[in-house]
């Protein structure tokens, strides 16, 4: 049963927020009102770094074997809850529940590595770095960390970061996406029931003034954010203004170059899982065709084809194998793209705007759409849509690709399919994106490898995810020692 309303976590308690105003939390396929989320107060979100800073001391001086230990029993919980929190995301966020599952499990993942923090947050040492004189490098965790959540991956991407924060010694504080706030509510309980010290972890719902006082506290030492560039680059300006540290993922626009001797049925069907998979609403989905060489004779059909069958509902439905975008107001912004994208004359091959799915007749839903003939200046080719849109670019050879992949402000992702080991190194070598896929569509990395994209898709240093995370969450400090 879920709240009416939900509460904030905060030194342990579930607290009612003391905001009057809330918003709505919908289903994106059915319409209805799942729960209202507070605008929580400045003075909420002081009261969470409060509680978070009052902790860490304990916390840090918790041997790093013991927090493992926690981690190790969050997957067990996290296991054990596995289904109700996919079906959970499906609600909140319109993807299908097979999709669920699997930004779940990469959050276990991330959890996984987190369990090896004794080994991974060792530091190093030299013995006699002047005679008789030694070094040691130690990392130390920092104290209170925040985590702004974005709204597509709720249960996956705070856990780029909690765990490896947690691991390391730090506290918490997470403010969810305000659009899908319940998985990471659940997830909250289930660390609440993990018997942590109070203040360890909290939660705080709300949106920008919260974020912005979060960011501002002196007690913050560091932020990471996920979401979009516009509001990626005041994060990062703004916490950088009050001197934390910052790992800020912004957004995307990723090309998939097709060679001629690629092997295109597999292609095809990789191209439909990057482009329409949870309604392609990830950053690394791909909604720039490259076909070099006049491949697309052969391509675009089969695309076609692949995409016509592809059946939109709830996600909640096993069958359906695409579900709605989040809201009213992003279909209504992928719909305008679509309508910029005939208007600037692409040709409109599959139209998803005005799909009908009975059974839900007011969701969110948007069908999969691809234009052809489309050219490098076009808005649907240089802005990020975030839907189920891809257009088709005819481009002579391999080499016609970098300048179209370069002129993008973006770089969190480029794919090529190919059966050319020298073009396939070529454009890993060449492209200045984070994630490269060579025959793979939507190139993730495992929670053991950093994941973070170039350009305006990232500003900061360290990245999310494995060693990086382990970096960012700690400081580096040296001890030199000479003994009479
Ligand atoms: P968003 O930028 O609207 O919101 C992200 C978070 O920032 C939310 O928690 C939101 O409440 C908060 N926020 C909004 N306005 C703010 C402000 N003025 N000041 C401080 N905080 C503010 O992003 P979204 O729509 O939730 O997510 C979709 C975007 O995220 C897409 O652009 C997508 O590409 C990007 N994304 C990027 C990655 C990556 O790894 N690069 C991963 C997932 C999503």
């Not at 004189?133 to 705070?158: C, E, K, T, W, Y």
């Not at 170039?454 to 000479?482: C, E, P, W, Y």
Request: proline share 6%; charged share 20%.
């Amino acid at each position: 049963m879920l709240p009416s309303v939900l509460n904030n976590y905060i030194g342990g308690e579930w607290v009612e927020s003391k905001s009057a105003t809330t918003r709505e939390v919908r289903n994106p396929a059915t319409d209805q009102v799942l729960t209202q989320v507070p605008m929580s107060t400045v003075e909420e979100a002081n009261q969470a770094v409060e509680a978070a800073h009052a902790a860490f001391q304990e916390w840090r001086a918790t041997p790093p074997i013991t927090r493992a230990g926690y981690m190790f029993r969050l997957k067990a919980a996290i296991e054990e809850n596995f289904e109700e929190l996919a079906a959970l995301t499906t609600q909140e966020n319109g993807k299908t529940l097979d999709e669920a599952r699997g930004e779940v499990r990469r959050a276990i993942e991330n959890v996984d590595v987190a369990c090896g923090v004794p080994s991974l947050m060792m530091g190093y040492n030299a013995e006699d770095v002047s005679q008789g004189i030694d070094s040691v490098a130690v990392r130390q965790p920092m104290g209170v960390f925040v985590h702004l959540a974005p709204f597509n991956f709720p249960a996956m991407v705070p856990y780029w970061f909690i765990p490896y924060a947690l691991a390391t010694g730090n506290t918490f504080v997470l403010k969810p996406s305000s659009q899908t706030p319940l998985t990471q509510y659940r997830l909250a309980e289930i660390m609440a029931d993990l018997g942590l010290p109070d203040g360890v972890f909290n939660l705080v719902n709300g949106t920008s003034d919260l974020a912005d006082a979060l960011m501002a506290h002196p007690h913050v030492k560091g932020v990471t954010f996920v979401g979009s560039t516009p509001v990626g680059k005041h994060v990062y300006e703004y916490s950088a203004a009050h001197g934390k540290r910052a790992i800020v993922q912004g957004g995307a626009k990723n090309s998939i170059v097709v060679m001629p001797d690629a092997n295109m049925k597999r292609t095809v069907s990789t191209i439909m899982t990057s482009a329409f998979g949870c309604a392609g609403q990830r950053c690394l989905a791909g909604s720039v065709v490259l076909a070099v060489g006049g491949c697309e004779k052969e391509l675009v059909p089969q695309l076609l084809e692949a995409a016509k069958r592809i059946k939109v509902g709830y996600g909640l439905d096993e069958s359906a194998q695409m579900g709605p975008v989040v809201s009213k107001k992003a279909q209504k912004k992928v719909v305008s793209y679509i309508d910029k994208g005939v208007a600037e004359g692409a040709k409109l091959l599959l139209d998803g705007r005005g799909i009908q799915v009975p059974e839900y007749p007011n969701g969110c839903f948007v069908g999969p759409t691809i234009f052809a003939d489309a050219t490098p200046d076009m808005t649907i080719v240089r802005e990020e849509i975030f839907g189920p849109v891809f257009a088709v670019i005819s481009v002579p050879t391999l080499e016609d690709c970098y300048p179209i992949i370069d002129a993008s402000p973006f770089g969190n992702a480029a794919c090529i399919f190919t059966a050319s080991g020298k073009a396939a190194r070529e454009f890993s070598h060449r492209v200045e994106c984070g994630n490269i896929g060579v025959n793979i569509g939507i190139a993730a990395a495992i929670a053991f490898f950093p994941f973070g994209g170039m350009r305006d898709s990232f500003f900061g240093t360290l990245h999310g995810q494995g060693q990086d995370a382990i970096n960012f969450f700690t400081d580096t400090k040296v001890v030199i020692s000479r003994w009479f």
